[in-house]
């Protein structure tokens, strides 16, 4: 009996993540650590593992992610998108409910680079009138 591998990748600002899923018991390992390991706060962790709720299939697959750049902020939204993916490959059907909970859309917000001559992105010098 062959076991059949599904893939997906996901961005998020500067992180990348590379989600392989396979039918199981529901275990979920990120760079070889636990999912409670690797996301120690709770909006991290639900916020990854959201797909597998809304589409139905928590408990029922096994997830390894290889996560890499950026913050665990950025890790959680790139696992999300990756499962989001990665589930569409397993189940066609679950594209309707994944796309209306906006799991299927890449989020293209990035950090505004800093101009020269200013403080940051937008902080300008303060101006003295007198």
Do not use: C
């Not at 990120?30 to 962790?45: A, C, G, H, T, V």
């Not at 589930?87 to 909970?101: E, H």
């Amino acid at each position: 009996m062959d076991v059949i591998n599904y893939w997906g990748t996901g961005r998020r600002k500067n992180a990348v993540a590379r989600v392989l899923l396979r039918e199981g018991s529901g275990k979920i390992t990120i760079n070889d650590r636990e999912l409670e390991d690797y996301l120690p706060r709770y909006f991290w962790k639900s916020q990854a593992i959201e797909p597998l709720k809304i589409a139905g299939v928590e408990g029922k697959v096994d997830i390894m992610v290889n996560a890499h750049g950026g913050g665990l902020t950025g890790q959680s939204g790139a696992i999300r998108m990756g499962i989001a993916r990665a589930i569409l490959k397993l189940n066609p059907d679950a594209r309707p409910v994944l796309k209306k909970a906006g799991m299927l859309r890449r989020d293209s917000r990035m950090v505004e680079r800093k101009k020269f001559g200013q403080k940051g992105a937008r902080g300008k010098r303060q101006y003295s009138k007198r």
